[in-house]
């Protein structure tokens, strides 16, 4: 599967689209709590997915991909650094945590949306130079576990049954 | 029913550890509010203006692009009730009365954070 494949490229481009698709689709049913910031991360269906059939590169590719190209298409650089530190620690925690082989989908799926909070937050209380945003954290982590659940057992139920 | 495995067991403690995480950092952060006694107003890490809760106003606050928030001061609690931002997300976000709340407006690089009044009165005299 390694070896680069006309088959396996196709395949990733058509996942960082769903990806783009699924980022798109809930811009369009924004939900507004009292914290900014509450997001189902249906995109993360996409990215979990190329984590298991492919792997950690492949899922980081598709994944910054997808925000590269979301920033082109209707964002600014402000929301693209975001993205990127929610992502890459999202990434790097789903990554980590599916090495120790302790976890399903499902526990994977939550710290990817735990952690993409926590990266944006965490990178706008630098960038803004506010400690006192970090006050978000507590509901954007309960968010991000509800939300997590929801994803990790679409995901679960995708990479089992999708055939490619 | 067959058991869980011990994978999906793991799901669980992960979830309920963050769950409970969070939980405990919510009550912490209610029990320990405090009235605020005035909201300060924050551009690019700047401090730009302090107003107190106890008079009600409204102000427009303007940034170097020509866009604006509007701020309301009322009942002792300060909101962001316009903006010319198109996700409009500080204007959803709820109005803030207690220390250390703040509401954000990501695209205009603007804080609106509330503060006690001995935190005011240093920041003026300093």
């Known amino acids: 599967m390694k070896r680069f494949d006309t088959k396996r490229m196709v395949t990733l481009a058509v996942c960082a ?24 991360g249906l995109a993360n269906i996409s990215v979990i997915f190329v984590l298991y059939r492919f792997g950690a590169g492949e899922a980081i590719v598709v994944s910054l991909l997808r925000i590269f190209w979301l920033a082109i298409l209707f964002g600014n650089v402000m929301t693209l650094i975001y993205s990127v530190c929610g992502a890459l620690l999202s990434l790097i925690g789903m990554v980590l945590l599916k090495k120790t082989r302790r976890f399903s989908e499902v526990g994977i799926s939550i710290a990817g949306g735990v952690l993409h909070n926590a990266g944006q937050i965490m990178a706008a209380a630098v960038l803004m130079d506010m400690a006192q945003i970090v006050y978000y954290l507590p509901v954007l982590i309960i968010s991000g576990t509800a939300a997590g659940v929801a994803v990790g057992i679409i995901s679960a139920v995708l990479i089992k049954r999708v055939r490619i | 029913m067959k058991p869980l495995s011990q994978k999906y067991k793991n799901d669980i403690r992960l979830a309920v550890g963050l769950f409970t995480l969070a939980v405990i950092a919510l009550v912490l952060l209610f029990c320990f509010r405090e009235d605020g ?35 309301v001061i009322k009942d002792h609690t300060a909101n ?11 204007v959803k976000q709820s109005a803030v009365s207690y220390n250390g709340e ?25």
């Open chain 1, 17 to 40: 689209a769903v990806a783009m698709i699924l980022s798109y689709l809930e811009s369009l049913f924004p939900l507004h709590f009292a914290v900014p910031g509450i997001k189902i």
């Open chain 2, 37 to 71: 006694g005035y909201v300060s107003v924050v551009q690019d890490g700047v401090e730009i203006a302090q107003y107190p809760l106890s008079k009600e106003q409204t102000v427009v606050i303007p940034d170097e692009n020509g866009d604006s928030n509007t701020l």
């Open chain 2, 80 to 90: 962001i009730t316009d903006a010319t931002c198109p996700d409009k997300l500080c």
């Open chain 2, 102 to 126: 703040t509401i954000v407006c990501l695209p205009h690089k603007l804080v609106i954070k509330v503060v006690s009044d001995t935190q005011a009165e240093v920041d003026i005299t300093a």
